[in-house]
């Protein structure tokens, strides 16, 4: 495969082997070098495809000046590949500075489509994806959490971040603390892997159902919550929101019939339970 002298941004799978795409493979075996955030940790997913390129570390502690180097080795006409441990370069991993550096050098920058766990992750999420922002990791200090979510409080786009599987924990009660026990959340663990996992319910009871199993407690963990919705927007339920009420409480209580088309849509169940009493279902 002949490519052009540039810098290619190669996604790898986030868990599933067969997520990486052909195009992806014949690249990583065309280019001259691959700059891999661990090299052992990538040299196990490229020995399994049979890739035998050069690969050299590219991390955050020597991006930067990595980044002459890797532009000598454009100048020389040697394409190159960057990597991270999983998913797309430079979410959430190294990398902004090397194409920084490469476009300012006036190299081109050449993205390959693929897994990223954080779309993934909503995509399946049920919550709106119509609009969301990417927050990558909350602070490790707890008022360092508290303050982050409480500056996002009244976002009403769908929030999505990464965790730790030793502090899922501490930053769920940090949402409970800074957002409140009846938000919607959606948490997504070891997705594409054997154990995935997806955990759905208000913040308080998400958190509960993570407290009491300790296997939700490991993993590569992505958390998303509903965006904001202020007390007018919870009156004005969908007409599409009442009809599907109305459907499940033929078949359930409405208190369940309530939680589950608030999970479907959404919305706060206790708004959706108070509006079934409301209209007599």
């Known amino acids: 495969m002949d490519l052009a002298v540039a ?14 795409s ?3 493979i014949d690249v990583l ?32 502690h020597n991006e930067r000046d990595r980044a002459d180097w890797i532009i000598q080795k454009l100048s020389n006409g040697e394409p190159v590949a960057l990597i991270s441990d999983a998913g ?10 090397l194409v920084s550096a490469v476009r300012a050098a006036g190299y ?28 990558g990791f909350l602070p490790s200090k707890e008022k360092g959490r ?4 409480t500056a996002l409080k ?45 955990l759905s319910g208000t913040v308080a009871e998400v958190l509960e159902m993570v407290k009491n199993d300790p296997n939700q407690q490991r993993g590569e963990i992505v958390l998303m919550c509903h965006g904001y919705r202020s ?15 109305k459907l499940l409480v033929e078949e359930l209580p409405l208190k369940k019939a309530a939680a589950i088309a608030g999970q479907i849509y959404g919305l706060k169940k206790n708004a959706l339970y108070k509006y079934g009493l409301e209209i007599g279902l």
């Not at 797309?88 to 500075?97: A, E, N, V």
């Not at 390959?112 to 969301?132: E, I, Q, W, Y």
């Not at 949402?175 to 948490?187: K, N």
């Open 146 to 149: 508290f303050d982050k979510l």
């Open 88 to 97: 797309t370069p430079l979410i959430s991993d190294p990398g902004y500075h």
């Open 29 to 60: 075996n065309s280019v001259k070098l691959i700059a891999c955030e661990d090299t052992r940790h990538s040299g196990k997913l490229l020995s399994h495809f049979g890739i035998e390129t050069r690969k050299t570390s590219l991390h955050d």
């Open 154 to 198: 009244e976002d009403p786009r769908t929030l999505i971040f990464y965790e730790s599987p030793h502090r899922i924990v501490q930053s769920l009660e940090s949402f409970l603390a800074a957002l409140g026990e009846d938000r919607q959340i959606v948490m997504a663990r070891e997705i594409t892997k054997t154990f995935e996992t997806f």
């Open 108 to 135: 081109d920058v050449i993205p390959l489509p693929g897994p990223c766990a954080a779309v993934t992750a909503l995509s399946a999420s049920g919550l709106p994806s119509d609009r969301f922002t990417f927050e």
């Open 22 to 24: 052909s195009r992806a």
């Open 7 to 20: 810098l290619y941004i190669v996604p790898t799978p986030i868990g599933n082997l067969g997520d990486i």
């Open 231 to 245: 007390a007018k927007d919870d009156a004005e339920i969908p007409t599409e929101v009442v009809n599907t009420l």
